[in-house]
C-alpha cells in the first residue's frame, strides 16, 4: 500500500504551505514517536495521569435482560477527563512538546477532544486554542466551561452548520496562518496523513487491553466488537489488534439522526459517496454538485459529515459491518444503559450500546459482544432534559 | 499544448484577477468581469466555483462563496459564464475552486468546463501526486493545471510541482488564506522566483495578499503575473450599488 494510503483512500488533499509543517510532523511521528523512550513517558501518563488501563465490565444486568449473548464494556469512560479523547491528546501534545512547538490547536465537536487536548497542554505547559461550531458551543456548555477552567481560549465558529466540520476548516485556517509555531492536534482518525495512523496508533491502546482482557477473562476470541462512529478514533482504536482475527465481527454505529435522508442524518458510510475533505479522500456527505451537506446527529460528537479513511478501505473491503443508529435508539439505549447497569454512557457511545440492543437477543447465551463505551454521559445531560421536555 | 500560453504568459505578464462566480449575482458576476477585461485591468481572469468548506480561503473570499452558493451555482454556472466571457473577449478564463466538487463528476466537469472554452484549472487542495492521478485525462480534454508554491516549500517538492504544471505556478505570496496584506516580502519572493526558474521557464505569478496597483506592480517586477481576487470581492462587498468605480480604484 502507498504511503499514507488505505487502499483508496487517505492521502494529503491539503494546500501547499501545509505540506511542509504535515512533512515535518510526519517525521517526528516516525522517529520521536516511534522511540521507546517517548512511549514509555506517554505510557506513564496514560497509566499515572489518565488511569489505564480501563476495565472491561461484564454487564450482567443488561445481559440477563436482553436475554441473549454477554455484554462486555470497555470502560474508556473512566479515563481522566470522560472519554478515550485523552489516549490521543497526550499521544500528540507529548509529541508537539518534544517536536518544541509552543502552540497547540485542537476542534472539537462534543467538546471531549477539546477538553482532553486542554488537559494535556495544560499538563505540559502549552498555549492551548480549541475550535468549536457555536451549535456545539450552545449545547455543550459544560465542557467549554471546563475548557475555560484548563486554561484554553474556546473560539466560536460562526460559519456554515456551526458545527465541528466548521471548526476544523477554522482551525485548518488558523494552522496555515500560523505554521511556523502551531501543531494542529486533531481529534479524530481524520485528516491529511499522517493523522489517521498517528490517531490510530495513540488509540490502539483500547483494543490491545481488549483483547488481552477478554482472552484472560473467557479463554476465546468475542463474537462482535461494536463502536459508534463520527471521525472513528475510538471505532479504529479498539478494531486495529482484532482485524486479523476474521472471525471476530466488527461493526461501526453511525449517527443515523431522524433519518436516512440526506441531510437528516451523519452516517457518512451507509449513506455517503467517496469525496475529498479535510485533507483525504474518504467517504463524504455531499450533494449533487460536490457541495458538502450539513448533517443532524443528537450527539454532537458523530454530527460530522466525514469519516476517517481507514474505516472507507475496511468498509470497501467488507471486514467491518458498517451500520447506524437513530437519534431516538441512542437515547432508548441512553436510558437502557443508566438504569440496568448504573453508567450513564456518552450519546456517542449510546449508539454503539443500541446495536448491541438489537443483536444481543438473536445471539446465543455463551456469544460475546464487547461495545466499546467510548466516554461518560454527564456532558450530554441538557441535550436530554431538553428532548425529554 | 501549453507551449503557446506559456509564452503569451511571459510576455503579456498578466494581471489576474479572481471573480466568485455568482457574487453579488450570476449576471453582475457576468458583467464585473467584462468591465475588468474591457478597461484593460484584467488579462486572465480565474472564474471561482464556490464551496461549502473553503478553507484556504479568508473572510471575505469566504462571504462571497456563501453567497455564491445560496444563488444556486453550480459548475454548471461557472461554464457559462466562462463561455459567456469568452465570446466577449477571447482571454485565457480558468476554473477555479477545491477538489471535491470538480471531483463529485470528474469527467462530466471537465467536458463541461473544456466545452466552455476554459484554459485549465486551479485546486488548492490537490497534492501532487492526484495531479499525476488526473494529468492524462486533463490532457484528453485539454486543459491546464497549475501549481501551488509556498514560501515553505522545498526545492525537492518544487522541482515535482514545476513537473506536474501545465499552467502556470501560483506563487502563494505569505503564510495566511487569502485576503489583502499590507506587506509582502519582495525579496524572498524574488529568490523563490528564481528557484522555480532555474528549474524551468515555467510562468509563475503571484498572489494572496495583494490589494493595489502598486502592489500588482512589484509582483510583475519580479515575477510574470499577479494575481488578486480578495481587494476586489471586497469592493463589491462593501459597495454594492458603485462598485465599478472601486474596483477602479484598486488598478489605478
Not at chain 1, 437502557?336 to 456518552?346: D, F, H, N, R, V
Not at chain 1, 461495545?371 to 425529554?388: A, E, F, P, Q, T
Not at chain 2, 525579496?187 to 515555467?202: A, D, P, T, W, Y
Request: net charge positive; glycine share 10%; with cysteine.
Amino acid at each position: 500500500m502507498r504511503k499514507g494510503w488505505f487502499g483508496n483512500f487517505g492521502g494529503k488533499y491539503i494546500p501547499e504551505v501545509l505540506v511542509p509543517v504535515i512533512e515535518e510532523l510526519e517525521k517526528a511521528y516516525y522517529t520521536i514517536g516511534k522511540s521507546k523512550e517517548f512511549r514509555k513517558e506517554l505510557w506513564y501518563l496514560l497509566k499515572n495521569y489518565a488511569g489505564r488501563p480501563t476495565p472491561l465490565y461484564f454487564a450482567k444486568n443488561l445481559s440477563e435482560y436482553l436475554g441473549g449473548a454477554k455484554i462486555y464494556l470497555k470502560r474508556e469512560d473512566l479515563l481522566h477527563t470522560g472519554a478515550h479523547k485523552i489516549n490521543n491528546s497526550l499521544g500528540q501534545v507529548l509529541l508537539a512538546k518534544k517536536m518544541g512547538k509552543k502552540r497547540i490547536i485542537a476542534e472539537t465537536g462534543a467538546g471531549q477532544h477539546g477538553v482532553a487536548t486542554a488537559t494535556a497542554c495544560a499538563l505540559l505547559n502549552l498555549e492551548c486554542v480549541i475550535y468549536m461550531g457555536k451549535l456545539d458551543v450552545e449545547r455543550q456548555k459544560p465542557n467549554v466551561f471546563r475548557m475555560n477552567i484548563l486554561g484554553a481560549k474556546v473560539v466560536p465558529v460562526e460559519k456554515g452548520s456551526c458545527t465541528l466540520k466548521d471548526a476544523i476548516n477554522e482551525a485548518m485556517r488558523d494552522w496555515i496562518e500560523n505554521v511556523e509555531t502551531t501543531l494542529y492536534v486533531i481529534g479524530s482518525a481524520v485528516g491529511p496523513h499522517p493523522y489517521p495512523t498517528m490517531v490510530k496508533d495513540f488509540q490502539s491502546v483500547i483494543g490491545k487491553e481488549t483483547l488481552k482482557q477478554i482472552m484472560k477473562i473467557e479463554g476465546r476470541l468475542p463474537d462482535k466488537v461494536i463502536a459508534c462512529v463520527g471521525g472513528g478514533s475510538n471505532a479504529i482504536g479498539i478494531f486495529a489488534p482484532f482485524i486479523k482475527y476474521k472471525e471476530v465481527e466488527l461493526i461501526g454505529v453511525e449517527g443515523g439522526g431522524k433519518s436516512p435522508k440526506l441531510g437528516e442524518n451523519a452516517a457518512t458510510l451507509c449513506f455517503g459517496k467517496v469525496g475529498i475533505l479535510h485533507g483525504a479522500k474518504s467517504y463524504l456527505l455531499y450533494d449533487e454538485n460536490g457541495q458538502v451537506v450539513e448533517t443532524h446527529s443528537i450527539s454532537a460528537g458523530l454530527d460530522y459529515p466525514g469519516v476517517g479513511p481507514e474505516h472507507s478501505y475496511l468498509k470497501e473491503i467488507g471486514r467491518v459491518r458498517y451500520t447506524y443508529a437513530k437519534d431516538e435508539e441512542a437515547l432508548e439505549a441512553f436510558k437502557l444503559l443508566s438504569q440496568k447497569e448504573g453508567i450513564i454512557p456518552a450519546l456517542e457511545s449510546a449508539h454503539a450500546i443500541a446495536e448491541a440492543i438489537k443483536l444481543a437477543p438473536k445471539m446465543k447465551k455463551d456469544q460475546i459482544i464487547i461495545v466499546n463505551l467510548s466516554g461518560r454521559g454527564d456532558k450530554d445531560l441538557g441535550i436530554i432534559m431538553d428532548y425529554i421536555h | 499544448m501549453n507551449k503557446d500560453f506559456w509564452d503569451t504568459f511571459k510576455k503579456t505578464k498578466p494581471t489576474i484577477v479572481y471573480l466568485t462566480v455568482g457574487f453579488p449575482t450570476y449576471s453582475e458576476s457576468v458583467e464585473i468581469a467584462k468591465f475588468l477585461v474591457s478597461n484593460g485591468y484584467a488579462q486572465i481572469i480565474e472564474a471561482g466555483i464556490p464551496f461549502s468548506d473553503p478553507i484556504a480561503d479568508g473572510e471575505v473570499i469566504q462571504y462571497s462563496t456563501q453567497v455564491a452558493l445560496k444563488n444556486g451555482i453550480m459548475i454548471d454556472d461557472v461554464a457559462k459564464f466562462i463561455e459567456e466571457l469568452k465570446s466577449f473577449r477571447d482571454i485565457p478564463v480558468f476554473a477555479m475552486g477545491y477538489y471535491n466538487p470538480i471531483y463529485a463528476n470528474l469527467e462530466r466537469n471537465l467536458e463541461k468546463l473544456k466545452k466552455s472554452g476554459a484554459q485549465g484549472l486551479i485546486i488548492p487542495d490537490i497534492n501532487v501526486e492526484e495531479i499525476e492521478a488526473i494529468l492524462p485525462l486533463l490532457k484528453e480534454y485539454g486543459l491546464l493545471i497549475c501549481g501551488f508554491v509556498a514560501p515553505n516549500t522545498n526545492e525537492k517538492r518544487m522541482k515535482e510541482i514545476v513537473r506536474k504544471t501545465t499552467g502556470f505556478i501560483y506563487l502563494v505570496s505569505s503564510y495566511g488564506t487569502t485576503g489583502m496584506r499590507d506587506y509582502l516580502n519582495w525579496e524572498s519572493l524574488r529568490n523563490i522566483v528564481q528557484k522555480v526558474k532555474g528549474i524551468e521557464n515555467v510562468p509563475v505569478a503571484i498572489g494572496f495578499g495583494i490589494k493595489n496597483a502598486e502592489m500588482i506592480r512589484k509582483a510583475k517586477e519580479i515575477s510574470d503575473g499577479a494575481i488578486i481576487g480578495s481587494a476586489v470581492i471586497n469592493a463589491i462587498k462593501n459597495s454594492p450599488s458603485n462598485y465599478f468605480s472601486e474596483i477602479e480604484k484598486i488598478f489605478k
